[in-house]
């Protein structure tokens, strides 16, 4: 099972939308082999969005790579100001893509490696979208449901929702599933314009105000 979509330059040159802002107090995201600090045993994340706030706890021993990964694109601002693009009810919500094209695309191919699958995907769980071995990046999800069919596929969960659940759930999810197998965001067109994009086709979506490391 892909959670993540090919790149479709065409289309996104014809609507020929721009987007210049990058997310408001971003780190030095331009470099991603720069940011590699390794995250605490255990930390959370607290997420203010347009619906509200909701807290994640993430555990090193969980998922090394990625925690270590969140710990990095939390702490420099990768997260803020993006929206919650792929929602489908029962299942999961996506996020993850930088609103400022420049800055996906030098993140497009900052791979990780996999981590074995420790914990299973379940409600509220947390885990890095994949498309295939290796190919982990900045796109996570929140299992909605209790998805424990992914284990075997190597989606390896790093933290849970540990308050806001309820906020989680309220996200819009009105466009259901992404192009081209839905009407939902075209991921491609997404990494190549951004908030541009999404806003004007998409303007019902959630989004992501700041995300913060909690002391």
Not at 4 to 20: C, R
Not at 56 to 63: C, P
Not at 84 to 89: E, L, M, Q
Not at 91 to 100: A, E, R, S
Request: charged share 20%; net charge neutral; hydrophobic share 35%.
């Amino acid at each position: 099972m892909r959670l993540q979509s090919s790149i479709v330059f065409a289309a996104a040159l014809a609507l020929g939308l721009l987007a210049t802002q990058g997310p408001a107090g971003a780190g030095n995201l331009s470099d991603p082999a720069s940011l590699n600090e390794q995250a605490p045993p255990v930390y959370k994340v607290k997420f203010d969005t347009s619906k509200g706030p909701f807290v994640v706890e993430v555990h090193r021993d969980w998922a090394p790579n990625g925690a270590d990964r969140f710990y990095n694109l939390v702490k420099n601002g990768f997260y803020n100001d993006t929206r919650f693009f792929r929602v489908i009810d029962g299942f999961m919500v996506q996020f993850g893509l930088n609103g400022d094209p420049k800055v996906s695309s030098v993140w497009r191919d900052a791979d990780i490696k996999d981590d074995p699958v420790k914990q299973s995907n379940v409600r509220g769980n947390i885990t890095f979208a994949t498309a295939g071995p290796n190919t982990r990046t900045t796109q996570v999800f929140i299992n909605y449901g209790d998805n424990t069919g992914l284990d075997g596929q190597g989606f390896s969960p790093f933290g849970k929702v540990v308050s806001g659940m309820d906020v989680v759930d309220s996200l819009y999810n009105g466009y259901g599933e992404g192009a081209p197998g839905g009407h939902g965001p075209n991921q491609g067109i997404v990494q190549s314009l951004g908030n541009a994009y999404l806003n004007k086709a998409f303007p019902k979506l959630d989004f992501i105000k700041k995300a913060t490391i909690e002391n």
